[in-house]
């Protein structure tokens, strides 16, 4: 490290864990760390039956301090004495209510063990309903479309879908809280030791794509929308915010509790947070027209675009268009797929189960854990698979298994497997499943271009980028366009360290931030012409067999939301 003297703190707040990178300003990493959430690994306050997932703010705190602490550690006291600034970065959307300081109910003795006080993160589709309403308010609403903005569809993953939710079905939440926070606002207000809702400076990422923030509506949309929708609504507004912020400005200055804490330097800044996939984007140096795919459990797909260029373009179907919600002075615009390297786990875990049951009673040896099978599965699965020629089994899948994100969301929607026969295999479904998310992805791909938004290639981070080739191959074939891998183990992380680095005054713009700290790329993917022909008529499949299952879910949703068990209980005995 001789002649390094500026370093960043970035941490990644994901689904599971929470990552922390000290990076110089020359790109040297000289520490990492991963700290898992404790009670989110065993499932507390958690129902995935009814796809509840919430995540208790203590998680945060403690693994963030673990993280934190173990990166500076193995950076050194010299990286420690030189940092000048911290980011963060979190999953969204996932507010959490907050009292009248902006703490989180959680974190109170009469709500702590309170689901609907906890942070409400992205997977949470528990409102459903809430969703559709404000998309019913939405378009009836004469004086301004407030969806326009947002792809024209809002999504029970966000907001204000989520905050109706609770307030509807947890009255003593609902009156306790005073107002509601992203976790990228809380955590960064919390590391500056001002949590005041009325003074945070809150993410233009969050706000933009998901809380319906625009500066032509003058901010949020009017009091009269959100009371149309629900009167409970009624006042909500005014006690949230007016302006917002790109990531590169300061927010504040680290606490000296934190500083404590971290044995950090107590004039170090804190930067205004944002989402995970929008900062991962910018670790991996995104660039005007270059979609970047963010690809773990889910994908999250970023995209820059000059603003003077994109002009008055609204895309539909996407998640949002927000200027500076990923680099400032570009139009940013994400989509994704609410379920990626999930569907591959859900199947590998499918098959897991009963070699585990069986373990677990000694009737198949012992010792076999859920976790040590699936990824073995895992890895049978992807050899066998990759060695079939491009579905020669007649299965096509549907990658729905989490509803449908990207386009026009709909979280509804389930997955579905067709063509099965007694000769299907294993591989032959896993196959279709892989291709299935490959459609998925193309899908994105032409939303954007058939509405006049280029796309000149992918880049590639997250986990199954780095550890899947044939995915990553199956996804260049079918989209026809190349993919680079980013080589950053953590380019979330990387990303809020260069916010950091602009926030602490070091580098002026994140575009400098950028080439003075990107990792560059590992690996490219190049299309096979070859296959272009099949993986074009398979496609047509794929969509042709989503537009009938999306037609009959929608007629039959009553039976496949909540099953009518006094239909059959009532029908005539033979």
Request: net charge negative.
């Amino acid at each position: 490290m001789e002649g390094e003297k500026n370093f960043f703190l970035g941490i990644d707040f994901g689904t599971d864990s929470v990552r922390a990178l000290v990076v110089s300003d020359k790109g040297l990493v000289a520490g990492s760390a991963v700290a898992a959430y404790e009670r989110w690994g065993r499932l507390m306050f958690c129902d995935p039956e009814r796809n509840q997932f919430r995540q208790h703010p203590l998680d945060h705190i403690e693994s963030l301090q673990a993280a934190a602490r173990a990166a500076l550690k193995e950076a050194g006291p010299k990286a420690a004495a030189g940092v000048r600034g911290i980011s963060v970065d979190t999953t969204g959307s996932s507010p959490v209510a907050v009292d009248e300081k902006g703490t989180p109910l959680a974190l109170r003795d009469d709500f702590k063990d309170d689901p609907d006080a906890m942070f409400i993160i992205w997977k949470d589709h528990t409102a459903i309903r809430e969703a559709e309403e404000i998309n019913t308010v939405a378009a009836s609403w004469d004086a301004e479309n407030y969806l326009k903005y947002v792809g024209g569809v809002y999504s029970s993953e966000w907001f204000w879908a989520k905050i109706l939710r609770v307030l509807r079905e947890n009255p003593a939440v609902g009156s306790r809280a005073h107002s509601w926070m992203e976790h990228c606002d809380w955590i960064s207000a919390h590391l500056a030791g001002n949590t005041d809702p009325a003074l945070v400076k809150r993410s233009r990422c969050a706000a933009g794509h998901k809380a319906l923030w625009h500066e032509s509506f003058g901010g949020l949309p009017p009091d009269a929308f959100f009371t149309k929708i629900d009167p409970r609504l009624s006042g909500l507004r005014d006690r949230l915010y007016r302006h917002t912020y790109t990531s590169d400005v300061r927010l504040g200055t680290l606490s000296a509790q934190w500083a404590g804490r971290l044995g950090l330097p107590d004039d170090v800044a804190v930067g205004v947070g944002a989402f995970d996939a929008h900062m991962g984007a910018v670790g991996g140096q995104i660039e005007p027209y270059v979609l970047s795919k963010v690809m773990g459990t889910s994908t999250c797909d970023i995209l820059i675009a000059p603003l003077d260029e994109v002009k008055d373009v609204l895309v539909r179907g996407i998640c949002g268009q927000v200027d500076g919600s990923v680099v400032p002075g570009m139009m940013g615009m994400e989509a994704g797929q609410s379920a990626f390297g999930d569907v591959y786990a859900w199947f590998a875990d499918l098959l897991a189960w009963p070699v585990v049951k069986l373990s677990a009673t000694g009737k198949a040896g012992n010792g076999l854990k859920s976790p040590e099978v699936s990824s073995l599965l895992l890895k049978e699965l992807t050899q066998a698979a990759s060695g079939l020629t491009m579905n020669n089994s007649g299965v096509i899948a549907l990658d729905w298994l989490n509803g449908r994100r990207t386009p026009f969301a709909n979280q509804d929607l389930k997955g579905a497997l067709l063509g099965l026969n007694l000769a299907t295999d294993a591989p032959k479904i896993f196959r279709a499943l892989v291709e299935a998310t490959a459609f998925g992805a193309r899908k994105i791909v032409e939303c954007f271009t058939s509405q006049g938004i280029p796309i000149k290639s992918l880049i590639g981070l997250g986990g199954v980028a780095k550890k899947s080739p044939f995915v990553m191959q199956v996804i260049t074939d079918v989209i026809g366009i190349p993919l680079k891998i980013v080589r950053s183990e953590e380019c979330c992380a990387l990303g809020a360290a260069m916010f950091a680095a602009v926030a602490s005054g070091v580098f002026p713009r994140i575009e400098d931030a950028q080439a003075a700290m990107g990792s560059g790329f590992e690996t490219e993917y190049r299309p096979n012409q070859g296959k272009a022909a099949g993986y074009d008529l398979l496609y047509k499949k794929y969509d042709t067999i989503g537009r009938f299952v999306e037609r009959e879910l929608t007629a039959l949703r009553t039976f496949m939301i909540e099953p009518q068990a006094s239909v059959i209980d009532q029908a005539p005995a033979d």
